[in-house]
Each structure stands twice: as structure tokens, then as C-alpha cells.
């Protein structure tokens, strides 16, 4: 009964929802703002992506919001995950237990480089080529990625991951408040636009896209590895379980 | 608006400074352990000061000071609105951001990561929930949502046993509903009509489709209610208050209750213009009223007894708000801040007196007077203050509310909030009368606070004491605030001439 009544209120918020969106126009022009952005940000901020004129400059304020929810995001899992990073530590020799295929550590040497070479091509280029500090920090940390599954011994040191986000949240917020300092706004452009398509342009946008690069490269390989020690820690109970039966 | 560009007073900093001390910190702590501990503290009594002068400003010139981010105007650009109004809450929530901080420094002395993590989130959350409250952009003001309700998870879950696990994942599955509404809500509004400042929504708003203004309506309304307690969304309030660290349940009932609560009323005073909003925001506060009470009579903990008080406080808010006059927007303001100081001084005062009890049942204190005479005072002022007696600022809280309702004869509703108040008399009695004449099971031992948390409560009791006998140091500022969410024009036109 009470599932009854659950699918239908559920059926009965689809199809508002549905009856609402249906409404709305495909490609209809309604850019009061976004017209704004899109005819100004070569002109004004010397950005040739749009879209990181936007993310950056324009609603630069939300960009910072998000990179603390990451952040948080990866703190908050950290502080619920955190008794049993130790008791992976302790059973670091059951890593090493299953080692990963020939081929795919091979490749890993090779790949690797290349993926991280990726990943800073495309934040530090975020102001000219679609991509950003967003996407290329999550490839450097599927680079790392790959390191974790390839080989067993590879441990990511997380005092250097603390020091790296950090040391980007703190240019991130810094930039914004010397802003502030020479008399302008938080987050305003302070340094010469330069000249449109060229690497060195911009203002503040690129540096602020290179520290979100770094931040999201190091609170994802966090993450990332803060998951994977669980996954070990519930193998060696699975183990541990068997072992008890067998005896 | 001459403030606007100020190097040492900006609004910016009430989000940019804990923002760059949270990434600052795990640094700090390298550097020297105690900084984690005092840095916050300089940064928390600068940003109260903050306040102050701007609100007195705001108070004194009567223009609002409206600062643009990035160099661009609304609507291009984000912009934040300190005004009459939204000035007053955030100068609650500093206020209380600094005693929350003094209350809790000594907080986790010994273990250096616990610590680091507490005051780290301490200061997001006290950043998101200003955010929310300042901000003049409502994809900004989702933003600030988000912060404020992850590092609410994670306070949920600070003590990581299993009832905090499950309190903290109940939240996060409640509260992700609440983003997605939300952010559906601000989606169906941009499709419509371009733009995401609130300012420029509101004065576009009879362009919109009206079925999917008000699907748009009820989605935020929704989501924002998730997070200020509103019934029957409310399921993780009493899990998250229980199961969070003692300071944090002060923490959500002075701040990031105000903050949802604010968003509900800038929502459908402001953004939208039904007339129909003010009488749902009565029907749910009647609902959330009368649920919370009713429950709350029936707890055995003391902390969940304090949070259903917490949310029938909400209904009785969104009531007095709902009336849409100036006399019934002051009494939820007033009521509003007699909220986030009283029950920040129950919490306080509560989780000493049950410091040593696991489960925290109110039979675990009884006695507990005479080995914590100043404490139990502390929690007996509380107590006088939520109830409404004099000389406590909850007396005017509630005789401004009474008035409003007189003014629109409403006898019935008068005579609910008694009975309520009736209500509240007996099961906070209850545990006053447990504290004081009932003997020591001696289970349990009594903890004495050490002297900061001591002196944020004697505070905090004096600031309750001050404004009950003396209530025209605020009401001042209440009238004003009232007049200024009342006005719709206003708010707009002050966007706007920046």
C-alpha cells in the first residue's frame, strides 16, 4: 500500500515535470545575459573560450563555490572513511598480493607521462581551447588512477595532496582578494588582457584555471584512493572470513 | 552605497576570508598546532566586527551596500546585497559564528586532525550560510546551498560511529533532494527568462509561462524548505542535531535553519509574486508548528528534544511571516533572532550537562544542578527565554507575535500559540525540574565547561537578558529589516543603480 502510494505520487512529479519541460522550446532565444558573454568575452576579457569566460570571469564567484564543494566533498569522505585507511595501511603487504598484468604496467609506464602531459596541456590552455582546470585536473587524476591499479606498491602520499589543494584553494581565493586590494573588485581582472589567441592572455583567467587544474587533480587522486582502500579492506575481510571457515 | 568598494569593510569577505582560511589552514596547522584554533578565532571576531559597522552603516545612511563581483554589474555579473534585511541575519550569523567559535576552542585539544577538521568546517558552514543569506543571485545562492549542506553531512558524521553514519547518509539522500529541486526550480526560470539574478527575475517574473512559474515555484519552495526544517521534509533534523558535535546543533538552528528560512521568505516575498505563497507558508508553518511540538513532548533525549523544538520555532517563524503585514514580518524577524541566541544557549548549556551520558536521555542529568550550578542556570535562562517569560527577549518575540496575529483577529490562532507555548512549558519544565530536585542516579559524571565555553554562555545569556529588558537596542533594526524585505521596489531599484 504504502509502495502504491509512493509510485504514484512519483508518476504523478514525472509527468508535471514532464508537462513543464515539453513547454519549453527547443533552441529558443532566450539569451538576455548570455548574449552578453558571448560578444564580450573576446572583446573585453581578451578570452577566446566563452565558456571559460564565464566559468572564470563572469561567474567566477560560483567556480570558487564549487571547487569548496569538491573540497568539502573530499573531506567529508576522508572523515567517514578514515578508520579504515589505517587498517589498510597495516595490511599494506595484501596490495602486493595482487599484482596487475604485465601489459597493463608496462603501459602505465608509458601512458602515464603522456596522460598527465594531457591533462596540463588541456588546463593550461582552458582560456583558448575547449576543456579547463575542471577537465584536465580529472585526467592527471585518471593518470593516477592508473598508477593505483597497475601497480600494487604505489601509494599516494596524502600529506602531499593536502599541501598541493591547499596551496590552490589559497591562489584561487588569493587572486580574488588582490582584487580587492588594488581598489577594483573580488576576482577582477588585474593584469593586461594581452592579445586574444595568444597563451599569455587573459588577465588572471588563466592562472585561475591553472590552480583549479591543480586542485581537482588532487582532491580526485584523494578520493580516488581513499575508495580504493576500502575496497582492499573489505577483500581482506572476505579473506579473512574464508580462512576462518577453512579452519 | 559608498561602502561598496571599501578595502577593510566589504560583504565579499563574509565568504572570501573563511573560504581562504579553510584552504590556509591545513597549512597553518604545519606551521603551529594552536594556529588552527586561533586563526579561525581572529578571523571570526573580524568578520562580527564586520557586521556591526556595516550594519550601522546600512541602519544610519539607509542605503543598502550592494558590492558587484568581478567588475560587472547585476545582471551581468554576481552581486551581493547587504541590506536592511539580509545585513541583519548575516550579522546574527557572525555574531553567533564568533560565540559558537569561543565556545568550542578548546574543542578536540588533543587530537590535532579532529580539530583541524572541526574548525575547518566550522567556518564553511559559516560561509555557505552567509552566502545564502547575501547573495542576489540564485544560482549563487544554489552554490552556497550545496556548502552549506555537505559540511553539514560531515559535521553529522564527525564522530564516525554507526547512528552518526546513518544520521549523516539520511541527511545527504534528503538534502540531494533538495539541491536537485532547487536546481530544477532556477533551471525552468533561466529557460523562461534568461537571467539568474534574483533582481532581474523579479522584475521580469509576469513574463514567465504560468504553469511553469508556479512548477518553478513549488520546486524551490521544495528544495529551500528542505533545509529550513520545513514539515514534512524535515526527517534529518533530529538524526543530524542528536548525532553532530555539541556547538554544531547551535550551528544549525542559529545558522543554516536561518539561512534555508530566508530563502523560503526572499522567495515568495521578492522572487515571485503570488498571493498564494504567503498562505502556504501558513499552512506549512501551522503544520510544522503544531507536529514539532506535539512530538517534542514525547522525547526522552535531550537533544532531540531540543531539535523538535528547534523545528516548531521554524513553524511558528514562517507563520508569523506568512501574515505579510509589517507588524507580523517584525515578530518572525524578532523571532528569528530570539531563535538562533536561545536555543544556541540550550544547546551550549545541553551538551555539557549530558557531556559524559552516551545516548544523552534526560533522566541521565537529573541532579545535575548542584554539581553544575552555572551551567544548569545557563540552560534555566534558555529554557525562560524559548518559553517566552520576562525579562527575556523571547517574552517580546512572542508579544510582538501575539500583536500581529490581535491585529488581524485571529483568536484561533492566538489561542494555538498558547496552547503551544502551553506545550513547550511542560516539556521543558520537565527537564529543569529533573536538572534541579531530582536526586543523582550517579551513573554519569558531571563535566565541567572550562572557562571559554563558560564565558560564550554567560554571553550569550546576557545578550538574551539585554534585549529582554531593554528591547529597543534592536527593534530598531527589526523595523527597519521588515520594511526592507516588504519592499519589493526598492530591493530592485538598489540592484539595479549600481
Same mark, same amino acid.
Given at each position: 500500500?504504502?509502495?502504491?502510494?509512493?509510485?504514484?505520487?512519483?508518476?504523478?512529479?514525472?509527468?508535471?515535470?514532464?508537462?513543464?519541460?515539453?513547454?519549453?522550446?527547443?533552441?529558443?532565444?532566450?539569451?538576455?545575459?548570455?548574449?552578453?558573454?558571448?560578444?564580450?568575452?573576446?572583446?573585453?576579457?581578451?578570452?577566446?573560450?566563452?565558456?571559460?569566460?564565464?566559468?572564470?570571469?563572469?561567474?567566477?564567484?560560483?567556480?570558487?563555490?564549487?571547487?569548496t564543494v569538491?573540497?568539502l566533498?573530499?573531506t567529508a569522505?576522508?572523515s567517514i572513511?578514515?578508520?579504515?585507511?589505517?587498517?589498510?595501511?597495516?595490511?599494506?603487504?595484501?596490495?602486493?598480493?595482487?599484482?596487475?598484468?604485465?601489459?597493463?604496467?608496462?603501459?602505465?609506464?608509458?601512458?602515464?607521462?603522456?596522460?598527465?602531459?594531457?591533462?596540463?596541456?588541456?588546463?593550461?590552455?582552458?582560456?583558448?581551447?575547449?576543456?579547463?582546470?575542471?577537465?584536465?585536473?580529472?585526467?592527471?587524476?585518471?593518470?593516477?588512477?592508473?598508477?593505483?591499479?597497475?601497480?600494487?606498491?604505489?601509494?599516494?602520499?596524502?600529506?602531499?595532496?593536502?599541501?598541493?589543494?591547499?596551496?590552490?584553494?589559497?591562489?584561487?581565493?588569493?587572486?580574488?582578494?588582490?582584487?580587492?586590494?588594488?581598489?577594483?573588485?573580488?576576482?577582477?581582472?588585474?593584469?593586461?588582457?594581452?592579445?586574444?589567441?595568444?597563451?599569455?592572455?587573459?588577465?588572471?583567467?588563466?592562472?585561475?584555471?591553472?590552480?583549479?587544474?591543480?586542485?581537482?587533480?588532487?582532491?580526485?587522486?584523494?578520493?580516488?584512493?581513499?575508495?580504493?582502500?576500502?575496497?582492499?579492506?573489505?577483500?581482506?575481510?572476505?579473506?579473512?572470513?574464508?580462512?576462518?571457515?577453512?579452519? | 552605497?559608498?561602502?561598496?568598494?571599501?578595502?577593510?569593510?566589504?560583504?565579499?569577505?563574509f565568504?572570501?576570508?573563511p573560504?581562504?582560511?579553510a584552504?590556509?589552514?591545513?597549512?597553518?596547522?604545519?606551521?603551529?598546532?594552536?594556529?588552527?584554533?586561533?586563526?579561525p578565532?581572529?578571523?571570526f571576531?573580524?568578520l562580527a566586527?564586520?557586521?556591526?559597522?556595516?550594519?550601522?552603516?546600512?541602519?544610519?545612511?539607509?542605503?543598502?551596500?550592494?558590492?558587484?563581483?568581478?567588475?560587472?554589474?547585476?545582471?551581468?555579473?554576481?552581486?551581493?546585497?547587504?541590506?536592511?534585511?539580509?545585513?541583519?541575519i548575516a550579522t546574527v550569523i557572525a555574531i553567533l559564528g564568533f560565540l559558537v567559535w569561543m565556545y568550542s576552542y578548546?574543542f578536540k585539544?588533543?587530537?590535532?586532525?579532529n580539530?583541524?577538521k572541526y574548525f575547518l568546517l566550522l567556518m564553511l558552514i559559516y560561509a555557505g550560510s552567509i552566502g545564502v543569506v547575501i547573495?542576489?543571485?540564485?544560482?549563487?545562492q544554489f552554490?552556497f546551498l550545496e556548502i552549506t549542506g555537505i559540511s553539514a553531512y560531515a559535521l553529522t558524521a564527525f564522530y564516525r560511529g554507526?547512528d552518526g553514519a546513518e544520521a549523516a547518509f539520511k541527511y545527504l539522500l534528503i538534502g540531494s533532494f533538495a539541491s536537485?529541486?532547487v536546481?530544477?526550480?532556477?533551471?525552468?526560470?533561466?529557460?523562461?527568462?534568461?537571467?539568474?539574478?534574483?533582481?532581474?527575475?523579479?522584475?521580469?517574473?509576469?513574463?514567465?509561462?504560468?504553469?511553469?512559474?508556479?512548477?518553478?515555484?513549488?520546486?524551490?519552495?521544495t528544495g529551500f524548505g528542505i533545509e529550513a526544517e520545513m514539515f514534512p521534509l524535515n526527517g534529518w533534523a533530529p538524526d543530524a542535531y542528536s548525532q553532530s558535535p555539541g556547538p554544531i546543533g547551535a550551528v544549525f538552528a542559529s545558522m543554516t535553519s536561518k539561512a534555508g528560512l530566508y530563502a523560503l521568505i526572499?522567495?515568495?516575498?521578492?522572487?515571485?509574486? !503570488?498571493?498564494?505563497?504567503?498562505? &502556504? @507558508?501558513?499552512?506549512m508553518g501551522?503544520?510544522t508548528l $503544531?507536529f514539532a511540538e506535539?512530538i517534542a #513532548?514525547?522525547q526522552?533525549k535531550i537533544k532531540r528534544m531540543l531539535a523538535y523544538s528547534s523545528i516548531g520555532q521554524i513553524g511558528l517563524i514562517m507563520?508569523?511571516?506568512?501574515?505579510?503585514?509589517?507588524?507580523?514580518?517584525?515578530?518572525g524577524i524578532?523571532l528569528m533572532l530570539n531563535h538562533a541566541l536561545v536555543k544556541s544557549l540550550l544547546f551550549f548549556s545541553a551538551s555539557f550537562l549530558a557531556y559524559?551520558?552516551?545516548h544523552k536521555?534526560?533522566?541521565?542529568?537529573?541532579?545535575?544542578?548542584?554539581?553544575?550550578?552555572?551551567?544548569?542556570?545557563m540552560f534555566?535562562?534558555g529554557v525562560?527565554a524559548i518559553?517566552?517569560?520576562?525579562?527575556?527577549?523571547g !517574552?517580546?518575540s512572542?508579544?510582538? &507575535? @501575539?500583536?500581529?496575529?490581535?491585529?488581524?483577529?485571529? $483568536?484561533?490562532?492566538?489561542?494555538?500559540? #498558547?496552547?503551544?507555548?502551553?506545550?513547550e512549558?511542560?516539556y521543558y519544565?520537565?527537564v529543569?525540574?529533573?536538572?534541579?530536585?531530582?536526586?543523582?542516579?550517579?551513573?554519569?559524571?558531571?563535566?565541567?565547561?572550562?572557562?571559554?565555553a563558560?564565558?560564550a554562555m554567560?554571553?550569550l545569556?546576557?545578550i538574551i537578558?539585554?534585549?529582554?529588558?531593554?528591547?529597543?537596542?534592536?527593534?530598531?533594526?527589526?523595523?527597519?529589516?521588515?520594511?526592507?524585505?516588504?519592499?519589493?521596489?526598492?530591493?530592485?531599484?538598489?540592484?539595479?543603480?549600481?
Amino acid at each position: 500500500m504504502k509502495k502504491a502510494i509512493a509510485i504514484i505520487l512519483l508518476a504523478f512529479i514525472a509527468v508535471e515535470l514532464f508537462v513543464v519541460f515539453y513547454k519549453i522550446p527547443f533552441g529558443a532565444d532566450r539569451m538576455n545575459v548570455a548574449r552578453f558573454y558571448l560578444e564580450n568575452s573576446p572583446k573585453k576579457l581578451g578570452v577566446a573560450n566563452a565558456v571559460t569566460a564565464i566559468v572564470v570571469n563572469f561567474r567566477g564567484f560560483d567556480t570558487l563555490g564549487e571547487v569548496t564543494v569538491l573540497f568539502l566533498a573530499s573531506t567529508a569522505l576522508g572523515s567517514i572513511l578514515f578508520r579504515r585507511r589505517e587498517i589498510h595501511t597495516r595490511l599494506s603487504h595484501l596490495r602486493t598480493s595482487v599484482e596487475a598484468s604485465v601489459i597493463v604496467r608496462i603501459a602505465g609506464r608509458f601512458l602515464v607521462p603522456l596522460i598527465i602531459l594531457l591533462g596540463a596541456y588541456v588546463f593550461i590552455h582552458g582560456h583558448l581551447t575547449p576543456g579547463g582546470g575542471f577537465q584536465g585536473g580529472v585526467i592527471i587524476a585518471t593518470g593516477f588512477l592508473f598508477l593505483l591499479l597497475a601497480y600494487r606498491k604505489f601509494t599516494i602520499e596524502h600529506r602531499t595532496i593536502t599541501f598541493v589543494e591547499s596551496l590552490a584553494g589559497i591562489t584561487f581565493a588569493g587572486i580574488g582578494l588582490i582584487g580587492i586590494f588594488l581598489g577594483k573588485t573580488f576576482l577582477e581582472n588585474f593584469l593586461p588582457a594581452g592579445k586574444l589567441n595568444d597563451l599569455l592572455s587573459g588577465g588572471i583567467i588563466p592562472l585561475i584555471y591553472i590552480a583549479i587544474g591543480f586542485k581537482v587533480a588532487a582532491e580526485l587522486t584523494g578520493i580516488l584512493d581513499t575508495v580504493l582502500s576500502i575496497s582492499i579492506d573489505v577483500k581482506q575481510k572476505e579473506i579473512e572470513s574464508q580462512t576462518e571457515k577453512n579452519e | 552605497m559608498v561602502a561598496t568598494n571599501h578595502i577593510l569593510v566589504t560583504p565579499i569577505y563574509f565568504i572570501a576570508l573563511p573560504l581562504f582560511f579553510a584552504f590556509l589552514l591545513p597549512l597553518l596547522g604545519k606551521i603551529y598546532k594552536s594556529f588552527i584554533r586561533i586563526v579561525p578565532g581572529l578571523m571570526f571576531a573580524y568578520l562580527a566586527w564586520m557586521a556591526v559597522v556595516l550594519l550601522l552603516y546600512v541602519y544610519k545612511t539607509g542605503n543598502p551596500v550592494i558590492v558587484k563581483i568581478a567588475g560587472w554589474a547585476p545582471p551581468i555579473g554576481i552581486d551581493l546585497v547587504f541590506d536592511q534585511f539580509t545585513g541583519f541575519i548575516a550579522t546574527v550569523i557572525a555574531i553567533l559564528g564568533f560565540l559558537v567559535w569561543m565556545y568550542s576552542y578548546l574543542f578536540k585539544k588533543v587530537e590535532f586532525d579532529n580539530a583541524l577538521k572541526y574548525f575547518l568546517l566550522l567556518m564553511l558552514i559559516y560561509a555557505g550560510s552567509i552566502g545564502v543569506v547575501i547573495t542576489g543571485d540564485l544560482f549563487n545562492q544554489f552554490v552556497f546551498l550545496e556548502i552549506t549542506g555537505i559540511s553539514a553531512y560531515a559535521l553529522t558524521a564527525f564522530y564516525r560511529g554507526r547512528d552518526g553514519a546513518e544520521a549523516a547518509f539520511k541527511y545527504l539522500l534528503i538534502g540531494s533532494f533538495a539541491s536537485t529541486f532547487v536546481l530544477l526550480g532556477i533551471l525552468l526560470i533561466y529557460t523562461q527568462l534568461g537571467t539568474l539574478n534574483m533582481a532581474d527575475i523579479a522584475r521580469n517574473i509576469d513574463k514567465m509561462d504560468p504553469t511553469i512559474k508556479v512548477i518553478a515555484f513549488i520546486l524551490l519552495f521544495t528544495g529551500f524548505g528542505i533545509e529550513a526544517e520545513m514539515f514534512p521534509l524535515n526527517g534529518w533534523a533530529p538524526d543530524a542535531y542528536s548525532q553532530s558535535p555539541g556547538p554544531i546543533g547551535a550551528v544549525f538552528a542559529s545558522m543554516t535553519s536561518k539561512a534555508g528560512l530566508y530563502a523560503l521568505i526572499r522567495l515568495s516575498f521578492t522572487i515571485f509574486d !503570488f498571493s498564494s505563497a504567503n498562505e &502556504l @507558508l501558513f499552512i506549512m508553518g501551522i503544520l510544522t508548528l $503544531v507536529f514539532a511540538e506535539g512530538i517534542a #513532548l514525547r522525547q526522552e533525549k535531550i537533544k532531540r528534544m531540543l531539535a523538535y523544538s528547534s523545528i516548531g520555532q521554524i513553524g511558528l517563524i514562517m507563520i508569523a511571516f506568512s501574515f505579510n503585514t509589517y507588524l507580523g514580518v517584525f515578530a518572525g524577524i524578532f523571532l528569528m533572532l530570539n531563535h538562533a541566541l536561545v536555543k544556541s544557549l540550550l544547546f551550549f548549556s545541553a551538551s555539557f550537562l549530558a557531556y559524559n551520558s552516551p545516548h544523552k536521555y534526560i533522566k541521565d542529568i537529573q541532579g545535575f544542578a548542584r554539581y553544575m550550578p552555572v551551567t544548569a542556570l545557563m540552560f534555566g535562562i534558555g529554557v525562560f527565554a524559548i518559553i517566552g517569560f520576562p525579562p527575556f527577549s523571547g !517574552f517580546w518575540s512572542k508579544f510582538y &507575535l @501575539l500583536s500581529a496575529m490581535a491585529e488581524k483577529n485571529f $483568536v484561533i490562532l492566538i489561542i494555538l500559540v #498558547l496552547s503551544v507555548s502551553l506545550i513547550e512549558l511542560v516539556y521543558y519544565f520537565r527537564v529543569l525540574h529533573k536538572l534541579y530536585f531530582a536526586e543523582p542516579t550517579g551513573e554519569y559524571q558531571p563535566h565541567t565547561p572550562r572557562w571559554n565555553a563558560m564565558l560564550a554562555m554567560v554571553l550569550l545569556a546576557l545578550i538574551i537578558i539585554a534585549i529582554g529588558v531593554y528591547p529597543d537596542l534592536v527593534t530598531g533594526f527589526i523595523g527597519k529589516a521588515a520594511h526592507a524585505i516588504m519592499d519589493k521596489t526598492t530591493y530592485i531599484n538598489s540592484v539595479f543603480s549600481i
